[in-house]
T-cell receptor
Framework: SAVISQKPSRDICQRGTSLTIQCQVD?????MFWYRQQPGQSLTLIATANQGSEATYESGFVIDKFPISRPNLTFSTLTVSNMSPEDSSIYLC???????????FGQGTRLTVV | AQSVAQPEDQVNVAEGNPLTVKCTYS??????LFWYVQYPNRGLQFLLK??????LVKGSYGFEAEFNKSQTSFHLKKPSALVSDSALYFC?????????FGKGTTLSVSS
């Protein structure tokens, strides 16, 4: 199994600023996923982050807005850049354990942009 | 504490047979409930959701789920399973700003 520590758990930010969300995993994992979810909406995949390569972004998400770092197999960050109120959401990281066919989730970051 | 339970780690069905993946919830208020599927090396893919209204919800790939308030369940079903349905399935509950995931159920469909 894997335990993910996601920080911060919540934040209120001014528009135009940036926030970096961190996910630390207690074991080495190949693939990490970043999502966001708004109330009443399903999770939306932002990007897939593999160690040592550029993140792969889903349609509608771009690196300039959501830069991702993946410096090693246990850590990743997602930055929400130049924030607007529309970025208010819950952001979530997840990892996949292909060996045991499991997935694990961070606690989520509740972002409010004012 | 709020929770979402998927009581089965694995479900095995033969192709063409109906399938059920179980989910029960203990979430305050009126929860939003979701089902997702995850294939290897892919992120979660949304299947369906219950917000309000009809208890029977139809979603992608022929899946449906029935919201049962008295049993606090939201089981995922499909009338006729395909081998390509073999994957990992997650149930999620959303209550306010809390996201609560089940631990996942591996569905294996044999030909």
């Amino acid at each position: 199994s894997a335990v993910i520590s996601q920080k911060p758990s919540r934040d209120i930010c001014q528009r135009g600023t940036s926030l970096t969300i961190q996910c630390q995993v207690d074991s080495q994992v190949t693939m990490m996923f970043w999502y966001r979810q708004q109330p009443g909406q399903s999770l939306t995949l932002i990007a897939t982050a593999n160690q040592g390569s550029e993140a792969t972004y889903e349609s509608g998400f771009v690196i300039d807005k959501f830069p991702i770092s993946r410096p090693n197999l246990t850590f990743s960050t997602l930055t929400v850049s130049n924030m607007s109120p529309e970025d208010s959401s819950i952001y979530l990281c997840s990892v996949e354990d292909r060996v045991n066919t499991e997935a694990f989730f961070g606690q989520g970051t509740r972002l409010t942009v004012v | 504490a709020q929770s979402v339970a998927q009581p089965e780690d694995q479900v095995n069905v033969a192709e063409g047979n109906p399938l059920t993946v179980k989910c029960t919830y203990s979430v305050s208020g009126n929860p939003y409930l979701f089902w997702y599927v995850q294939y290897p090396n892919r992120g979660l893919q949304f299947l369906l959701k219950y917000i309000t209204g009809d208890n029977l919800v139809k979603g992608s790939y022929g899946f449906e789920a029935e919201f049962n308030k008295s049993q606090t369940s939201f089981h995922l079903k499909k009338p006729s399973a395909l081998v390509s349905d073999s994957a990992l399935y997650f149930c999620e509950g959303q209550a306010g700003t809390a996201l609560i995931f089940g631990k996942g159920t591996t569905l294996s469909v044999s030909s």
